[in-house]
């Protein structure tokens, strides 16, 4: 099924995708993630469907797109929420025909990809507003997970931390391996407004400028030890 992942940035929502991918049954073909906010229309279009060579202006060989690059797999469109009008016709013709077209092409292709499609932004308000497709919100929206906040899962966030201190530990190879209790208090204090993602570079900072192989409090971002 079509899976709609929601939650604020920061949350973990393309390591959840990778999860819903991990465990199903298409977990041995592509995992492929692409951010439909940062790539304009004309180049979104490209990079979804692929294009014909000479189908424009520098399109010199022939180029798969993502959804034929993840055939059996799964394909994340993180940032959803950010897709033009006119690319959303495009998506809502191909969730519902399960086909493509390259750009230049007159010849539609079949594919057969499960798509997640990840968004920070409230949907049914931009749909209120004209933003978005009602008929697309309800083609994605088959299965919703929704990741809360780590404010709202305060429980989360020192189990969090010590795995991620154990990775970045391992990546930049510290022998750094746990808080003090008052550098673990504090952390709970403090409602990480970048979610996970704010909290992960909080503690690569302190890795990195920490001189013991213990986090303490003063290892700890300004705004962090201000909570």
């Keep these: 099924s079509t899976v ?13 995708s990778q999860l819903v991918h991990e465990s199903s049954a298409r ?54 929420g950010d897709v033009s009008p006119g690319m959303q016709v495009k998506l809502l013709r191909v969730l519902q025909e399960r086909e493509i077209r390259r750009v230049g092409e007159n010849r539609s292709r079949p594919v057969n990809v499960r798509v997640i499609a990840a968004t920070n932004r409230e949907l049914t308000d931009d749909i209120a507003e004209g933003r978005f497709r009602m008929d697309l919100y309800y083609r994605l929206n088959v299965v919703q997970v929704h990741v809360p906040a780590l404010r709202d899962r305060r429980e989360d966030i020192l189990p969090l931390a010590r795995v991620l201190l154990m990775n970045i530990a391992k ?12 550098a673990a208090d504090q952390m709970l204090r403090y409602a990480w407004p970048g979610n996970v993602r704010e909290m992960e570079n909080a503690l690569e900072r302190a890795i990195a400028l920490g001189r013991r192989n213990i986090i303490g409090y003063d290892d700890l971002p300004e705004e962090v030890r201000q909570a």
């Design 4 to 16: 709609l992942v929601t939650g604020e940035s920061g949350t973990g929502k393309e390591l959840i």
């Design 27 to 80: 977990a041995a073909h592509p995992f492929i993630a692409v951010n439909c906010g940062a790539i304009s229309e004309s180049l979104l279009e490209s990079e979804l469907f692929g294009h014909k060579r000479g189908a424009f202006t520098g399109a010199v060989q022939e180029r798969v797109g993502l959804f034929e690059a993840a055939n059996g797999g799964t394909l994340l469109l993180d940032e959803i």
């Design 171 to 182: 990546r930049m190879k510290r022998p750094v391996t746990g808080f003090t209790p008052r």
